[in-house]
């Protein structure tokens, strides 16, 4: 009778040791594949954020009102990153970056540790908003592969958000830059400075004007104007509050703008009320010069057939304001790991040129192309940006940064006192 018992004893021993044995196994393999922490996540090694991220939905917010920049994500980039990574990609349109902003702070106030963003597309006033706000994760781009290898870090156009020190919480994604477009048939050779243009503008009354500020292009123009008129940006880039003598500053550049004002379409009565209705005087003829923020917008007009073909574009000799656009995390996003290798897969040489491309997008590159390897370089070089769009070697040596946000507001209500009501 005891022989059995014990027989049974050893058999149940052994069970429970086999069991503890895989229960211990998996265990130690747990150890091994356990998640980082997000407070870990920025000093892993690449290898080990990538295998985290492997498997997870990545929610990607960003403006929704441009086809070409939508069919770019669903159709380039997400295929791509899901076989590259296996991170699944989910872009959430919206109408304006401040509904994501709202939306952070939103989930803030409420303690919302796991939220609904990941990555969003952001710059200017909503990155100073959400870095004052806390809403932004933390000091990521460094660590990102990509940006160690074809990012120029130093750059005052990427290392401050319109005059605000980005610190790494913001990744650039893309650069824009304010270019003249004018048609060649009718002016041959283009006023390409400040006091250029006010001499040509008197010469052919009601052939020029600029969308009315706030509208962002017009702003953009009267910034332009600024720099050329008081002794350059830099002495802009200091804090608004820091600044002395600002009203005595502005007295030429706001003469500038007046002494122009008569010489304009309807003699400066009234102005269009944004970037799109001065592109429409253009393509009618009323007027001979129009303005973008995008060095390819010019083109990709042209190719529609609404721009005629003897378009072209042109910058001031000592420059035009360019900005970047960032790709940032929010501090509550649930899949960081994710969100930094999709960042990272965006900042790709391959990414990025396949963005530049006008059949794709035509969107300018964040890296810098004198990091690219000899093979992407020919690649970027063989893009046929079409004759309207100037070459990209041309634009970065006429890159000026944006100033801080503070100004801008200044001046655009400056503009409505001192312009719009005389």
Same mark, same amino acid.
């Given at each position: 009778?005891?022989?059995?018992?014990?027989?049974?004893?050893?058999?149940?021993?052994?069970?429970?040791?086999?069991?503890?044995?895989?229960?211990?196994?998996? =265990?130690?393999?747990?150890?091994? $594949?356990?998640?980082? $922490?997000?407070? &870990?996540?920025?000093?892993? =090694?690449?290898?080990?954020?990538?295998?985290?991220?492997?498997?997870?939905?990545?929610?990607?917010?960003?403006?929704?009102?441009? !086809?070409?920049?939508?069919?770019?994500?669903?159709?380039?980039?997400?295929?791509?990153?899901?076989?590259?990574?296996?991170?699944?990609?989910?872009?959430?349109?919206?109408? /304006?970056?401040?509904?994501?902003?709202?939306?952070?702070?939103?989930?803030?106030?409420?303690?919302?540790?796991?939220?609904?963003? &990941?990555?969003?597309?952001?710059?200017?006033?909503?990155?100073?908003?959400?870095? !004052?706000?806390?809403?932004?994760?933390?000091?990521?781009?460094?660590?990102?592969?990509?940006?160690?290898?074809?990012?120029?870090?130093?750059?005052?156009?990427?290392?401050? /958000?319109?005059?605000?020190?980005?610190?790494?919480?913001? +990744?650039?994604?893309?650069?824009?830059?304010?270019?003249?477009?004018?048609?060649?048939?009718?002016?041959?050779?283009?006023?390409?400075?400040?006091?250029?243009?006010?001499?040509?503008?008197?010469?052919?009354?009601?052939?020029?004007?600029?969308?009315?500020?706030?509208?962002? @292009?017009?702003?953009?123009?009267?910034?332009?104007?600024?720099?050329?008129?008081?002794?350059?940006?830099?002495?802009?880039?200091?804090?608004?509050?820091?600044?002395?003598?600002?009203?005595?500053?502005?007295?030429?550049?706001?003469?500038?703008?007046?002494?122009?004002?008569?010489?304009?379409?309807? =003699?400066?009565? @009234?102005?269009?009320?944004?970037?799109?209705?001065?592109?429409?005087?253009?393509?009618?003829?009323?007027?001979?010069?129009?303005?973008?923020? &995008?060095?390819?917008?010019?083109?990709?007009?042209?190719?529609?057939?609404?721009?005629?073909?003897?378009?072209?574009?042109?910058?001031? =000799?000592?420059?035009?304001?360019?900005?970047?656009?960032?790709?940032?995390?929010?501090?509550?996003?649930?899949?960081?790991?994710?969100?930094?290798?999709?960042?990272?897969?965006?900042?790709?040489?391959?990414?990025?040129? @396949?963005?530049?491309?006008?059949?794709?997008?035509? +969107?300018?590159?964040?890296? /810098?192309?004198?990091?690219?390897?000899?093979?992407?370089?020919?690649?970027?070089?063989?893009?046929?940006?079409?004759?309207?769009?100037?070459?990209?070697?041309?634009?970065?040596?006429?890159?000026?940064?944006?100033?801080?946000?503070?100004?801008?507001?200044?001046?655009?209500?400056?503009?409505?006192?001192?312009?719009?009501?005389?």
């Amino acid at each position: 009778m005891k022989r059995p018992k014990l027989s049974y004893t050893l058999a149940t021993f052994f069970i429970f040791a086999v069991v503890l044995a895989g229960c211990v196994g998996q =265990k130690e393999n747990h150890k091994e $594949t356990s998640s980082i $922490t997000q407070e &870990d996540l920025l000093q892993a =090694k690449w290898q080990d954020v990538l295998s985290q991220a492997e498997g997870q939905t990545v929610n990607v917010y960003l403006y929704g009102g441009s !086809e070409a920049t939508n069919r770019y994500i669903d159709d380039w980039v997400a295929p791509r990153l899901k076989k590259q990574t296996g991170i699944i990609l989910n872009r959430v349109p919206v109408n /304006d970056t401040k509904e994501i902003i709202n939306k952070l702070l939103v989930e803030k106030q409420a303690g919302k540790r796991d939220g609904s963003v &990941d990555v969003m597309w952001i710059n200017g006033e909503n990155f100073l908003t959400a870095k !004052e706000k806390d809403l932004l994760w933390g000091s990521f781009v460094p660590e990102l592969p990509n940006v160690q290898k074809y990012v120029d870090q130093e750059s005052q156009v990427i290392k401050n /958000d319109f005059g605000e020190p980005t610190e790494g919480m913001e +990744a650039p994604w893309s650069q824009a830059q304010l270019v003249y477009t004018y048609n060649q048939n009718k002016m041959q050779q283009p006023p390409k400075s400040a006091e250029a243009l006010k001499q040509w503008v008197k010469k052919h009354p009601g052939k020029f004007t600029y969308p009315a500020p706030p509208d962002f @292009t017009g702003s953009a123009f009267i910034r332009n104007i600024l720099y050329q008129t008081t002794g350059g940006y830099e002495q802009y880039l200091k804090s608004f509050d820091e600044q002395k003598g600002l009203d005595n500053k502005l007295e030429p550049f706001w003469d500038y703008l007046n002494a122009i004002e008569p010489y304009l379409w309807r =003699k400066g009565q @009234t102005y269009p009320e944004s970037a799109s209705k001065l592109d429409q005087l253009y393509a009618n003829g009323a007027v001979w010069m129009t303005m973008s923020y &995008d060095p390819a917008h010019a083109a990709n007009e042209v190719k529609d057939g609404r721009f005629p073909e003897s378009t072209r574009t042109f910058v001031f =000799k000592e420059g035009t304001p360019s900005n970047t656009s960032y790709l940032s995390i929010p501090f509550n996003s649930p899949h960081k790991a994710a969100a930094m290798a999709t960042i990272n897969f965006m900042l790709s040489p391959n990414a990025q040129i @396949t963005k530049a491309n006008p059949k794709i997008w035509g +969107a300018q590159m964040a890296i /810098d192309p004198n990091k690219l390897s000899e093979k992407h370089q020919k690649r970027l070089s063989a893009l046929d940006l079409g004759k309207a769009t100037l070459p990209a070697e041309v634009l970065a040596e006429h890159r000026v940064p944006e100033i801080p946000s503070d100004y801008v507001e200044y001046l655009e209500k400056g503009w409505l006192e001192h312009v719009a009501k005389d």
